[in-house]
């Protein structure tokens, strides 16, 4: 895709504003159908970077991430087993304000060796690092994580909660106050089998990440930043990088378990 039709187009979208809450919002999604830019073509990956960990920036030779159907598949058939091959298609521009919606689903079962939190697991990676300074062996950017997860089958394997947060390298605060544990569960309900579920964040610079999952909020935190406690992140914190993360890439996940993405979807935030 060319990146130079995204930033006029970004341009375009004066009229976008924010997202209002409860019953309002589907209102507010007619008015703003057509200032959503589609960022997957539906042919290839044009526009995007692959980074796979044990490989050079750009070496998509295991096919992890590839273009089938009109959808961007993500799968495993060149492993007979996992052994770290972590995965992350990132959009070739940094952002800072914006909302991105992400259509996706988990197909079929996890490539054998792929660890046990892995099963149905992917993510939405955002304030990512540049690709350029990630480590070869790196299994993770540096990046706010909004988790994509799938459920049991139907009801009878329980619950679990998707879009929730993760933060690799980083930290956020929550109602005023630093939060570092790594990981912290969201008010979503759970999306069972491989139906398709949709996942929507707006990203307010350094200021405030909300996640939205059918149409609801269901988790909110304010000002990400690095984590000097963490290495890949001190790393960026000695070249120069300022703790509060106000922008950067976004990047869509590969951590073992076969998905499918059809839809990639921006809106810039210019209020």
């Known amino acids: 895709m060319d990146l ?10 004066a009229l976008s504003c924010a997202a209002p809450t409860g019953e309002d919002r589907s209102t507010y999604e007619d008015s703003q159908a057509d200032t959503w830019i589609q960022l997957f073509n539906g042919e290839n990956l044009d526009g995007w970077r692959v980074k796979v960990s044990g490989y050079e920036l750009d070496d998509n030779s295991l096919d ?3 273009v089938e159907d009109g959808v961007i598949r993500i799968g495993f058939d060149k492993l007979e087993s996992f052994n770290g091959e972590f995965g992350h298609l990132i959009y070739g521009a940094p952002l800072d304000y914006y909302r991105l919606r992400v259509e996706y689903r988990f197909l079929g079962e996890q490539l054998t ?5 892995a099963w149905r697991n992917s993510g939405v990676m955002l304030h990512g690092q540049a690709p350029e300074t990630m480590t070869v062996d790196q299994s993770f950017p540096v990046s706010i994580e909004a988790q994509m997860l799938g459920g049991p089958v ?9 879009a929730n947060l993760c933060t690799p390298g980083t930290n956020v ?6 939060f570092t544990p790594h990981c912290l569960n969201s008010n979503s309900l759970t999306h069972y089998g491989d139906e398709w579920a949709t996942i929507e964040l707006e990203v307010r610079g350094g200021e405030q990440i909300r996640h939205w999952m059918d149409d609801t909020i269901v988790l909110s ?10 290495s890949d992140a001190r790393r960026l914190i000695e070249a120069g990088a300022e703790l ?5 890439y976004f990047s869509l996940q590969a951590e073992s378990h076969p998905m499918e993405i059809r839809s990639v979807k921006l809106q810039i935030i210019t209020d």
């Open 154 to 162: 139907d009801a009878s394997g329980g619950t679990r909660t998707t």
């Open 4 to 13: 130079s039709k995204i930033a006029i187009g970004a341009l375009l979208l």
């Open 244 to 248: 509060p993360l106000a922008s950067g």
């Open 221 to 230: 935190y304010e000002a990400p930043q690095l984590d000097p406690n963490d």
């Open 113 to 117: 060796g792929g660890p046990g939190w």
């Open 64 to 66: 992890i991430f590839r």
């Open 173 to 178: 605060e929550i109602d005023g106050k630093l």
